[in-house]
């Protein structure tokens, strides 16, 4: 398999065809469109901005159409693009630029004064400025030559297209590279799945420096000829808006559809016009989707990772509601298998560490090959640091992370498992659970949870005889703390390691 230019490709076939619209600033391409943007990026990131092919370039913005014309740009010039997470602090953002050694930043106006502290911090970085007056004028650049619609310079499938960082909230933060054979893949494993064809229109409200910003089936939909609808960021009137009105498909994260659920206007009948939703990031709470299951909206809940590309598992639609909590089935292009601790596959049924292999997995993490060869087993399976089992059907159900695992008196608990039975307690609106130190036990685990708006918080007595009846003693939280919010990132996953700190 070779690489080919398949915007360029698409292009040829829908010129026409409505491929992006920027929601916020109207801002709208043609596949014809899309491609000579692209063209004209990669002209301009050699005969302007100096470039060579492999050098990174980062990108500093919220999400906006422009966005994918530099990630195909990226690809006709044979350039890595690096999207960097806005939410991080400026020492966060000069570390991964010092990692990934870019030599041109890309920004949005919002971000500005971060984008001229990280050009101090970092000899030769050239500025770029998306809009009018920051650093070197992006438009003016781009229309200052000619696009060049000549094939990308190599035709390797595995060479690095773009990065995506980990959140690195144990240790250092690493590079996941990201490459054509990855999103052919992905496509394959999502796109046939939800039946994705050019008559789709997406809503992508994730940020794009993440998996499903890019993969969540943007790159999905550009490769059968649809049109994704990107918008600034997670506004749920706006997204209410645009499901009711213009989208066919949907994929959000559980953070996502709480709030859909929480806006007055929401209502099954006004979303009739999506025919396919999907979720993943984290475990959707039972009581969420049975709420979407009671107006008439199935969603599919799937799993996977930065390092998988992501797609690797999808519950089919009939499914949602018969087997709730589960991840569904390996999809075409993924294999898996759950092992012990020496790497044997365990029996049907029993919880292991999930391992995952097929063209969708990551080559490895950018200039750190030690952290590669830990993450891969000797035969080369991804180690994905999730606990799974699977059922005699092949459904397979995520456990829990392995190290969000803790040991109480010699007992292994999966933080997960109590989180789920605290789901449904009528007082509680979310819940994370963690392991805390605990002199006689070894570990006990703490639960921070957040109460429902119209009820009052319950005592500590009576949480605890509600998970007696649900749980082993040992599993029962030996603390219970209200809190108004839980910490998430900027896809909605809660950030355990926060509250781990905050003790």
């Not at 913005?61 to 991080?88: D, S, T």
């Not at 749920?236 to 959000?252: I, K, W």
């Not at 090959?369 to 087993?377: I, N, Q």
């Not at 080369?380 to 059907?393: H, K, M």
Request: hydrophobic share 40%.
């Amino acid at each position: 398999m070779q690489t080919f230019d398949v915007l360029a490709q698409r292009a040829r076939v829908t010129p026409e065809r409505l491929a992006l619209e920027d929601i916020d600033s109207g801002r709208r391409y043609t596949y014809g469109e899309l491609n000579e943007r692209a063209a004209r990026f990669a002209r301009a990131a050699r005969r302007v901005w100096g470039l060579q092919p492999g050098e990174r370039i980062a990108y500093l913005g919220y999400n906006r159409a422009e966005f994918f014309a530099m990630l195909y740009g990226c690809a006709k010039a044979g350039l890595i693009l690096v999207p960097l997470n806005w939410r991080l602090a400026e020492p966060e953002l000069q570390a991964l630029m010092a990692d990934c050694e870019a030599s041109a930043l890309v920004h949005g106006a919002e971000f500005a004064e971060t984008a001229h502290a990280l050009q101090g911090a970092r000899d030769g970085l050239q500025l770029i400025g998306l809009d009018t007056g920051a650093g070197r004028d992006y438009d003016a650049d781009l229309q200052s030559v000619e696009p060049d619609f000549a094939a990308r310079p190599d035709a390797n499938p595995d060479t690095p297209w773009y990065l995506l960082y980990t959140a690195g909230t144990t240790g250092r933060s690493k590079g996941v590279i990201q490459t054509f054979r990855m999103m052919l893949a992905n496509y394959l494993n999502i796109g046939l799945a939800v039946g994705l064809t050019g008559d789709d229109v997406l809503l992508n409200v994730l940020p794009v420096f993440h998996t499903a910003g890019i993969n969540l089936y943007s790159s999905a939909v550009f490769l059968v000829g649809g049109t994704v609808l990107i918008a600034r960021g997670f506004d749920p009137e706006q997204a209410l808006d645009t499901l009711e009105n213009r989208a066919s498909v949907f994929f959000g994260v559980p953070a996502v559809y709480q709030a859909l659920l929480e806006q007055p206007g929401f209502s099954g009948e006004r979303l009739r016009g999506v025919r396919s939703w999907g979720c993943g990031g984290a475990a959707l709470s039972l009581p969420v989707a049975q709420r979407f299951a009671e107006a008439g909206i199935r969603v599919r809940t799937g799993m996977g990772m930065t390092e998988t590309g992501p797609t690797v598992f999808l519950l089919d639609e009939d499914n949602v509601l018969e087997r709730l909590g589960s991840v569904g089935r390996p999809q075409l292009l993924a294999e898996t298998r759950i092992v012990d601790a020496d790497e044997r596959d365990v029996p049907p049924g029993e919880a292991g560490e999930l391992l995952i292999r097929g063209p969708g997995v990551t080559p490895g993490y950018w200039q750190q090959p030690e952290a590669t060869r830990a993450t891969f087993t000797a035969d080369g399976w991804l180690r994905s640091g999730d606990i799974a089992r699977c059922d005699a059907q092949g459904y397979y159900t995520i456990v829990d992370r392995r190290k969000d695992m803790f040991i109480s008196g010699g007992e292994n608990v999966y933080p997960a498992e109590i989180e789920r039975v605290l789901e449904h307690h009528p007082a509680i609106a979310e819940v994370a659970v963690v392991g805390i130190t605990h002199e006689r036990w070894g570990e006990v685990g703490k639960a921070w949870l957040v109460s429902r708006p119209d009820r009052d918080p319950a005592e500590t007595d009576a949480l605890r005889d509600f998970c007696r009846r649900h749980l082993a003693s040992y599993k029962v939280p030996a603390v219970f703390e209200w809190i108004d919010a839980l910490p998430r990132n900027a896809v909605g996953k809660i950030t355990k390691q926060a509250l781990r700190d905050a003790g």
